[in-house]
């Protein structure tokens, strides 16, 4: 009787284990999917504009900081999570990956998601500002035309040119999440802008739209309701 009792212990412990080997691998610290609400929340800091000991025109919305970053001058916020990570999130809300655009006559294709950056409200809660209400021309203080944000996905890059066949997920290795015009295709997220549109929007941050840098903020990427 004993044995049996044993054998049937050793069974439903081995069953207990293979249903949590089953079981998703929990999300990386940083990046947070809000299935109810159908969003992936990341979690960022506000980036420095002064890089390189000069202000460079925001290319990019979010990316790694300095100095791991490819493009850490170009960003508005910073992030410590690999860009797969955003893309794995978005993935497990529906959505499915388009194809990135690089150089003049290219554009992004995908679903189309909404960017905003969730701060500090000053009473004890928070707020989400729109992409295009922190981002202004700093010669005429106005606000860039309304972007449409595209589910990409990066395009796969070899790190090693002796191995054109081992290819790694390109925005893995120059941690470039989100970018407004296509001048990288390793990426996550990009806009439907051009590079004609890159000539004349030479943005900045408004500095009223977000705390000081180096503040911890979260950056909202949403999957809009289905009209």
Not at 31 to 56: F, G, I, N, Q, S
Request: hydrophobic fraction near 40%.
């Amino acid at each position: 009787m004993r044995r049996v009792f044993v054998l049937a212990a050793a069974l439903a412990g081995a069953a207990a284990l293979g249903a949590q080997e089953k079981k998703e691998p929990p999300r990386p610290a940083g990046v947070t999917v809000d299935e109810a609400r159908r969003c992936v929340l990341v979690d960022a800091k506000v980036a420095p504009r002064m890089v390189l000991d000069k202000v460079y025109p925001i290319e990019l919305v979010a990316g790694w900081g300095a100095p791991k970053g490819k493009k850490a001058h170009e960003i508005v916020v910073s992030v410590d999570v690999n860009p797969s990570e955003v893309h794995k999130g978005l993935e497990k809300l529906g959505l499915k990956p388009g194809k990135p655009a690089k150089g003049e006559g290219a554009k992004a294709e995908g679903p189309v998601v909404n960017v905003s950056v969730e701060t500090p409200d000053g009473a004890g809660g928070t707020k989400r500002t729109p992409l295009e209400k922190i981002l202004w021309d700093p010669k005429t203080k106005k606000p860039p035309p309304k972007p449409t944000f595209v589910f990409t996905g990066s395009a796969l890059t070899a790190p090693d040119p002796n191995k054109p066949d081992d290819k790694k997920y390109g925005a893995d290795l120059t941690g470039s999440l989100i970018c407004l015009f296509p001048v990288t295709d390793e990426v996550v997220l990009q806009t439907a802008w051009t590079m004609k549109e890159e000539k004349f929007l030479k943005l900045d941050v408004n500095p009223d739209a977000l705390p000081k840098e180096g503040s911890a903020v979260k950056l909202v990427i949403e999957v809009p309701e289905k009209k």
